[in-house]
């Protein structure tokens, strides 16, 4: 779905509006979007989400970041240049603010016969929203799209506090998770 502009050197893939989804809003499963309590809505990120809290969402996970709009909307417009990857939603409130987030990273690989493996990262639900099981419907949603791109399975990592929500979305324990952190690296552009 996404829209090409050519210029003389490169090619640059951006949506026409700040409202166009980052994909296609069919792949939310009515399954999930029936259950969500009345006046909440879960589609597709948009660009415009940008003015509609999605970064202050995301706070209640961990360090964000002073982002400026161009920032956002140079990572979306990655996000939809490559959105057969990136699998990006929300919830939105009946006020039009964003009150959760989830992402489902679509992982090609060798192994299983190039199988695929979908990672789910950066679950939040904003403090005020949680226990409503809008966390839970967004995993299931985000599990969903995940299965629909022929991913054999679906991984994540989270901290022991939140092992026993996982659980709940149908999550078994596996495995470690291991990490080597970097101080600041500049990041290549966009
Ligand atoms: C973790 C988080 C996404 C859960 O979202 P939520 O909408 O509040 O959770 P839900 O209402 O969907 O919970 C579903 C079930 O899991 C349980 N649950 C939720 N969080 C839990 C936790 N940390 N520990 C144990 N149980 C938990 C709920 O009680 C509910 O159980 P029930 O079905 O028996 O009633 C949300 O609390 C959050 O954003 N936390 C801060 C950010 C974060 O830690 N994100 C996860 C990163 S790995």
Redesign the pocket.
């Known amino acids: 779905m996404s829209t090409t502009m050519a210029s003389s050197s490169s090619v640059t893939y951006y949506p026409p509006s700040k409202e166009i989804p980052l994909f296609h809003p069919s792949l939310i499963p009515r399954s999930v979007t029936r259950e969500l309590p009345a006046g909440y809505t879960m589609r597709p990120i948009r660009a415009a989400d940008y003015d509609r809290g999605v970064l202050d969402v995301l706070r209640?996970?961990t360090t964000v970041g002073d982002i400026q709009r161009e920032e956002f909307e140079a990572q979306f417009n990655y996000w939809f240049k490559h959105n057969d990857t990136y699998f990006t939603l929300v919830i939105v409130n009946e006020f039009d603010r964003v009150v959760?987030v989830g992402s489902a990273v679509v992982e090609r690989k060798l192994i299983h016969k190039c199988g695929n493996v979908t990672h789910i990262e950066?679950?939040?639900?904003a403090r005020s929203?949680?226990?409503?099981?809008?966390?839970?419907?967004?995993i299931h949603a985000l599990t969903d799209i995940g299965k629909s791109q022929g991913a054999y399975k679906v991984i994540?990592?989270?901290?022991e506090?939140?092992v026993?929500?996982y659980e709940?979305?149908g999550f078994v324990r596996v495995g470690v998770e291991m990490s080597l952190k970097f101080g600041e690296i500049p990041k290549p552009s966009l």
């Open positions: 209640v996970l959760g950066d679950i939040a639900v929203e949680q226990g409503k099981k809008l966390g839970l419907h967004i994540l990592d989270c901290s506090d939140n026993r929500f709940k979305c």
